[in-house]
């Protein structure tokens, strides 16, 4: 049974980088069967899809956030992490790791989330 | 980037009645479309995805339809841990992206 475990600072100061990990258990990075991504929900905009990690490195993500935002996988391969540079007070979410289907780009596994907030 | 749009925003219902859902997006998505349901403090849960296809141990009460740009879910008999919100999710053009969600509550 995949798991899925978030972790990093909960509290990031306006115009610091956001730097979270996600944890694998049950499953490997390494599966070319599926990706992984990040996925944030906050109250001002809602579910918001990050972006994506795919089994040989490459990635892809929101052209909203993708001058700002790097994800990208640990040499253990059960650890993906992202990135997020000069985030402000719009960057205060609960942020998601996820693992979309093997059958569709919809996600089947979440992890808990994490609540990280932007504030001096 | 395709915009989803639920709704109602709030749907009151009382237990045992029908739910219906409604999802619109601003393009044509095909098939390529989920719907989750969140309950207080846990991530989404997977409901429906293809539009109409149960995910696994999603029970029959849950259904879903539509393709193209109109999507809807239906809750045949709204159970006690049914209410809760509920997104609709393309998956056709990236970014995916989410509609804002409806409240299901207790009437």
């Known amino acids: 049974q995949l798991q899925l475990q978030e972790s990093g600072p909960r509290l990031v100061k306006p115009s610091e980088t956001l730097s979270l990990t996600c944890t694998i258990s049950?499953?490997?990075?390494?599966?070319?069967?599926?990706?992984w991504g990040w996925i944030r929900q906050s109250p001002g905009k809602g579910l918001e899809w990050i972006g994506n990690m795919y089994h040989r490195g490459s990635t892809n993500y929101n052209p909203s956030l993708k001058s700002r935002v790097a994800i990208f996988a640990d040499a253990s391969q059960k650890q993906f992490s992202l990135r997020l540079t000069s985030v402000t007070a719009a960057d205060t979410a609960v942020y998601y790791c996820a693992r979309p289907s093997a059958y569709g780009d919809f996600v089947s596994d979440w992890g808990q989330g994490l609540l990280v907030t932007v504030s001096s | 980037e395709i915009v989803l749009t639920q709704s109602p925003d709030t749907l009151s219902v009382s237990p045992g009645e029908r739910a219906t859902l409604s999802c619109r997006a601003s393009q044509g998505v095909g098939s390529n479309f989920a719907w989750y349901q969140q309950r207080p403090g846990q991530a989404p849960r997977l409901l429906i995805y293809?539009?109409?296809t149960r995910a696994t141990d999603i029970p029959a009460t849950f259904s879903g339809s539509g393709s193209g740009t109109e999507f809807t879910l239906t809750i045949s008999s709204l159970q006690s841990e049914d209410f809760a919100l509920y997104y609709c999710?393309?998956?056709?053009?990236?970014?995916?992206?989410f509609g804002q969600g409806t409240k299901v509550e207790i009437k």
């Open positions: 293809g539009a109409s």
């Open positions: 999710q393309q998956y056709h053009n990236w970014p995916w992206t």
């Open positions: 049950g499953g490997s990075i390494s599966s070319s069967s599926f990706y």
